[in-house]
């Protein structure tokens, strides 16, 4: 119900900080890209890793030009599906779909700091160990062309065992015509290895803080992290690969 919400808020001239996806479907998407243009106030979607030091240093490093050029984008989301889910991952119409819920940060993360565009994506989903949850996917293939003729991959899942270390074990590497840099996020660590040098653990920035980030493009002071035009560009990306996953060609244009 997020589309629902925002709605709402754009109506009363709200500002609007939404959970991703910020719609489930293609035409809540449109209703609610039309309602903020109307109303002109600023939403945002909680892309926060793009907060996240270990990510910031791999954007900077290709910014720098220490990879060359982005050519191959591969990305890890990999989750405990713990003791249970709330009664709406039972659903794909009140869920949204694995790729737009978790996907839409890996997706996000590859895009933004290699600063390369999709132009179109294969994509494949199932469930097989939650079959109590018919309409959640508990793992999923996300495969792009990019706009210079390179790939991007991201796979996820809820199948992380319960004894690991941390929740959530997410994952980015960006291999470049001059060098490759990864991010393993459970260590909060960015590595470059490059034709001239050996591997190095990269510099990290501090940390961004999403919410006074974003007060702050409210108050004039500097542009938030995450665009509008992003917010609404990257829901549509993973409604579209989620499209492509329920398809038996499991492809589409982006």
């Known amino acids: 119900r997020n589309a629902e919400a925002s709605l709402a808020a754009a109506r009363k001239g709200i500002h609007i900080v939404s959970e991703k996806?910020?719609?489930t479907t293609l035409e809540s998407l449109a209703a609610l890209k039309k309602a903020v243009a109307s109303s002109g106030v600023r939403l945002t979607s909680l892309m926060?890793?793009?907060?996240?030091?270990?990510?910031r240093a791999a954007?900077?490093?290709?910014?720098?030009?220490?990879?060359?050029?982005?050519?191959?984008?591969t990305s890890q989301?990999?989750?405990?599906?713990?003791?249970?889910?709330p009664w709406f991952y039972k659903d794909l119409k009140t869920y949204g779909g694995t790729i737009p819920w978790a996907g839409i940060h890996s997706i996000d993360y590859m895009r933004w700091t290699s600063g390369r565009k999709y132009v179109r994506v294969s994509a494949w989903h199932g469930n097989k160990a939650h079959p109590e949850y018919p309409g959640f996917q508990d793992h999923a293939g996300v495969l792009f062309k990019l706009d210079n003729g390179?790939?991007?991959m991201s796979n996820l899942d809820y199948l992380r065992p319960?004894?690991?270390?941390?929740?959530?074990?997410?994952?980015?590497r960006i291999a470049g015509s001059e060098g490759v840099v990864e991010v393993i996020g459970s260590e909060e660590r960015a590595v470059l290895v490059t034709a001239a040098e050996g591997p190095r653990d990269l510099e990290l920035p501090e940390p961004v803080d999403f919410f006074t980030d974003f007060l702050a493009e409210l108050a004039g002071e500097r542009e938030h992290l995450i665009s509008q035009a992003d917010a609404f560009r990257l829901t549509e990306i993973c409604l579209k690969a989620r499209q492509a996953a329920e398809t038996e060609i499991g492809r589409a244009h982006v």
């Open 162 to 172: 319960e004894t690991a270390p941390t929740h959530g074990d997410d994952r980015l």
């Open 48 to 55: 926060n890793m793009r907060c996240f030091p270990p990510y």
């Open 77 to 85: 989301k990999s989750y405990k599906f713990g003791g249970g889910r």
């Open 59 to 73: 954007r900077k490093a290709v910014e720098d030009g220490l990879v060359g050029e982005p050519i191959l984008l």
């Open 21 to 23: 996806p910020v719609a």
């Open 150 to 152: 390179g790939t991007a």
